[in-house]
């Protein structure tokens, strides 16, 4: 399914942009923006979809999500059902928090946030609920105020611990950015992987290209990435392996094939072993979903609302059940 594109509009005066979204659902609508978006979802519980994750989520969820990222939240069930679901959803352009992190020491601790987010983050228990602490200062009505709550917050969550999300190739043509301050070797390693991957790859041709030993190139894997080289293909291979069982209706052999895994069977168990689940129920998670959908604290982006009413609209006509 393609995501849909979100404009977010900041106004004149602002460099954040803070939604305050109240609603008895949340809707399955699958978009994306250029923008970083910090998300604080409460009394609410549902699934949530980043880029190729998909995982269930409760009350106090936060998660930052990189841009360009495809991403939404279903829930058609609030935790207290007298009360509506709440999202407090913050944007941001990476460009000035990386800027104010190299021109002020006392911020330096952004320029690893956005690093770790490359492939979103959903922060640890606790974390959303401590952030609720801060809700009165972040939905002041003035916007010195807003900024000030937001750097604070996430100079705070720079410390903390948090997990990974979607797979390195989750999001077309963006896979080098997560590494963008890593060594020019290992660039040229990931964007060999990035255009090889359904292609036999060896540890010896990567450290050819990459001009180094395979234990240096192991190393760094290790120590920049997390991961193993061989995990890390993997992780590209399912990546990619999601987009189309999201985007095509494809045979899943044919999936398998294109993404780099000769053997139905060996991917199958790799993919089960990585999501949780098999390619076919994967698949399954997005049948029949489509995407529904200013400066305002309470009101869309307009660039979605549309997309919202016309979904929404349709979908009552043929089902007359939530999304």
């Given at each position: 399914?393609k995501?849909?594109?979100?404009h977010?509009?900041?106004?004149?005066?602002?460099?954040?942009?803070?939604?305050?979204r109240?609603?008895?659902r949340?809707p399955?609508?699958?978009?994306h923006?250029?923008e970083?978006?910090?998300?604080l979802?409460?009394?609410?519980?549902?699934k949530?979809?980043?880029?190729d994750?998909?995982?269930?989520?409760?009350?106090?969820?936060?998660?930052?999500v990189?841009?360009?990222?495809?991403?939404t939240w279903?829930?058609?069930?609030?935790i207290?059902?007298?009360?509506p679901?709440?999202a407090?959803?913050?944007w941001?352009?990476?460009?000035?928090?990386?800027?104010?992190a190299?021109?002020?020491p006392?911020?330096?601790?952004?320029?690893s946030?956005?690093?770790?987010?490359?492939c979103?983050?959903?922060?640890?228990?606790g974390?959303?609920?401590a952030?609720?602490?801060?809700?009165?200062r972040?939905?002041?009505a003035?916007?010195?105020?807003?900024?000030?709550t937001?750097?604070?917050?996430?100079?705070?969550?720079?410390?903390?611990?948090?997990?990974?999300?979607?797979?390195?190739?989750?999001f077309?043509?963006?896979?080098?950015?997560?590494?963008?301050?890593?060594?020019e070797q290992?660039?040229?390693v990931?964007?060999?992987?990035?255009?090889?991957?359904?292609?036999?790859?060896r540890?010896a041709?990567?450290?050819?290209?990459?001009?180094?030993?395979e234990r240096?190139?192991t190393r760094?894997?290790?120590?920049?990435?997390?991961?193993?080289v061989?995990?890390?293909i993997?992780?590209?291979?399912?990546?990619?392996a999601?987009?189309?069982?999201?985007?095509?209706?494809m045979?899943?052999?044919?999936?398998?094939?294109?993404?780099?895994f000769?053997n139905l069977?060996?991917?199958?168990?790799?993919?089960?072993?990585?999501?949780?689940?098999?390619?076919?129920?994967?698949?399954?998670?997005?049948?029949?979903?489509?995407p529904?959908s200013?400066p305002?604290?309470?009101?869309?982006?307009?660039?979605l609302?549309?997309?919202?009413?016309?979904?929404s609209n349709?979908?009552?006509r043929?089902?007359?059940?939530?999304?």
């Open positions: 399914m995501a849909a594109y979100e977010v509009e900041f106004g004149g005066s602002c460099s954040v942009r803070i939604y305050n109240r609603l008895a949340i399955f609508e699958w978009h923006h250029p970083y978006e910090l998300t979802t409460m009394n609410s519980q549902g949530r979809y980043i880029g994750s998909v995982a269930l989520y409760g009350d106090n969820d936060l998660v930052l990189p841009p360009d990222m495809p991403h279903s829930s058609n069930r609030s207290d059902v007298s009360e679901q709440i407090i959803v913050v941001f352009d990476g460009s000035w928090a990386r800027r104010l190299d021109l002020c006392e911020y330096g601790e952004l320029r946030l956005l690093r770790r987010a490359a979103g983050l959903a922060f640890e228990n974390a959303g609920a952030m609720r602490g801060h809700l009165d972040l939905l002041s003035n916007a010195r105020e807003r900024l000030s937001v750097l604070e917050i996430l100079v705070w969550l720079s410390d903390l611990p948090a997990q990974s999300l979607a797979s390195p190739a989750a077309d043509a963006r896979i080098g950015q997560a590494s963008g301050y890593e060594s290992l660039n040229r990931l964007a060999l992987i990035d255009t090889q991957f359904a292609h036999p790859l540890l041709t990567l450290a050819k290209a990459a001009g180094l030993s240096t190139l760094h894997f290790t120590q920049h990435l997390g991961v193993s061989g995990q890390y993997t992780r590209v291979r399912i990546g990619y999601c987009r189309m069982l999201t985007n095509t209706e045979p899943i052999s044919v999936v398998a094939s294109r993404s780099g000769p069977a060996n991917f199958n168990r790799q993919f089960k072993e990585t999501k949780a689940m098999t390619p076919v129920a994967y698949r399954r998670q997005f049948a029949g979903s489509a529904d200013s305002s604290l309470t009101e869309r982006s307009p660039s609302e549309a997309k919202t009413r016309k979904h349709a979908g009552r043929r089902t007359r059940a939530p999304a």
